[in-house]
């Protein structure tokens, strides 16, 4: 495991985006995962700067994301295939038959489940999951729980997670109550993750996430097991975990 403090939000991102271009340009054809949400933002737009100067090349590359609401579909501008299309895709040389993203709209959701696991067996495996974390140290939409999840499921939002992202939302009431999410078996089976986080918020579960036990309830806390994860985090973010454990933190200035 490796934790890097980067100086702010804008240095978390140029670092995140500069680990996933070396990524593809080492490996043309990767198979990259990836997230949604606030944090990741910054990270695509160098991502896409990167791609219109011709330093990266995503022609070859296909994606995986983690998660969509359920009762969302792609034409929804709150749908995460609206999200990646507006804030990646559509501005990279990406063939976009080669960008996966669970349907929502799919009212089957055993159905769906099963179709989007076949498409990550299809894929093979992930060679770079970047990754978010939630304030409850959900991954994905993997919520605390008593057991980690495996493959893909229909999952129900806790309260911490609709106030989180109604932001992006008209209203709290709008924000779906149930998503589709990859398990944290499929997560973990990726060969490097990166987890990003930004602002005071995140302080404290990252600190827990990965100082703590290992244990569901935490579904973050996993990734401590993982032999290939690197953690970027802004001042703020590593402000509480810089304090229990400066050891493990690179750039700890
Ligand atoms: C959502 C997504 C997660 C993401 C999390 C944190 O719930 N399903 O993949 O990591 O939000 O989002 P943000 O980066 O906006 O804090």
């Given amino acids: 495991m490796r934790i890097i403090r980067a100086k702010d939000y804008s240095d978390m991102s140029r670092k995140a985006a500069g680990i996933i271009s070396a ?3 080492l490996k043309p054809d990767s198979v ?3 997230a949604t949400g606030g944090t990741p933002i910054g990270t695509y ?10 330093d990266v090349d995503f022609s070859n590359c296909r994606t995986v994301n983690l998660d969509e609401y359920a009762g969302l579909g792609p034409e929804d501008p709150q749908s995460y295939r609206s999200f990646m299309n507006e804030n990646l895709f559509h501005h990279i040389n990406i063939d976009m038959a080669n960008t ?4 929502g709209k799919n009212i089957d959701s055993e159905g769906e489940c099963r179709r989007y696991d076949g498409i990550l067996k299809k894929m093979g495996t992930v060679d770079l999951q970047l990754l978010g974390i939630g304030v409850n140290g959900h991954i994905a939409f993997n919520e605390p729980a008593k057991s980690f999840s495996k493959g893909t499921q229909k999952v129900t939002l806790t309260q911490d997670t609709i106030e989180s992202n109604k932001r992006f939302f008209e209203k709290a009431e709008d924000v779906p109550r149930y998503a589709y999410s990859m ?3 499929s997560i973990f089976s990726a060969k490097r993750i990166l987890l990003i986080a930004a602002g005071k918020e995140k302080a404290k579960i990252l600190c827990r996430s990965f ?3 290992i244990e569901p309830a935490v579904p973050a806390s996993v990734l401590q097991m993982h032999s290939e994860l690197i953690v970027i985090a802004d001042k703020d973010a590593m402000s509480e975990l810089i304090n229990v454990a400066p050891e493990l933190v690179e750039n700890a200035h």
């Avoid at 996966?100 to 349907?103: A, I, L, N």
């Fill in 23 to 25: 990524q593809v340009i």
């Fill in 32 to 34: 990259l995962g990836l």
């Fill in 45 to 54: 737009q160098r991502l896409i700067e990167m791609n219109k100067n011709g």
């Fill in 100 to 103: 996966y993203v669970p349907d």
């Fill in 183 to 185: 398990g944290i078996k």
């Fill in 211 to 213: 100082t703590g036990e």
